[in-house]
């Protein structure tokens, strides 16, 4: 019943793959622009992605190439494929969901760690 859950994360060799995906409410998906933040320990948290309503992509441009958000509007998911991982993507990454009228949604995060 939480109105954000992800999934997908967890431990990756460096140059491997992960995908992340975010369920949301169908009220939250049809109105919200959809992202994807990440954070470490004494940083602020920081885009990864973003992705509207028609289908419209942002990405951090140091993960341009690497990282693609998608969505599927029948099942009210958003995706992160996350590929050639660095040790440095090593973060708590947040499903965000945001409007500009009303507050945002977070996920409680999903911990993705890259390391041999």
């Known amino acids: 019943q939480a109105q954000l859950v992800e999934s997908g994360g967890g431990l990756v060799q460096p140059g491997g793959s992960l995908r992340l995906s975010c369920a949301a409410s169908?009220?939250?998906?049809?109105?919200?622009?959809m992202g994807w933040y990440r954070q470490v320990p004494e940083k602020q948290r920081e885009l990864v992605a973003t992705?509207?309503?028609?289908?419209?992509?942002n990405y951090a441009d140091s993960l341009k190439g690497r990282f693609t958000i998608s969505r599927d509007n029948a099942k009210n998911t958003v995706y992160l494929q996350m590929n050639s991982l660095k040790p440095e993507d090593t973060a708590v990454y947040y499903c965000?969901?945001?409007?500009?009228?009303?507050?945002?949604?977070w996920g409680q995060g999903t911990q993705v760690t890259v390391s041999s």
């Open positions: 965000n969901a945001h409007n500009y009228y009303l507050s945002d949604y």
């Open positions: 169908r009220s939250i998906f049809s109105r919200y622009t």
């Open positions: 992705i509207t309503t028609s289908g419209t992509t």
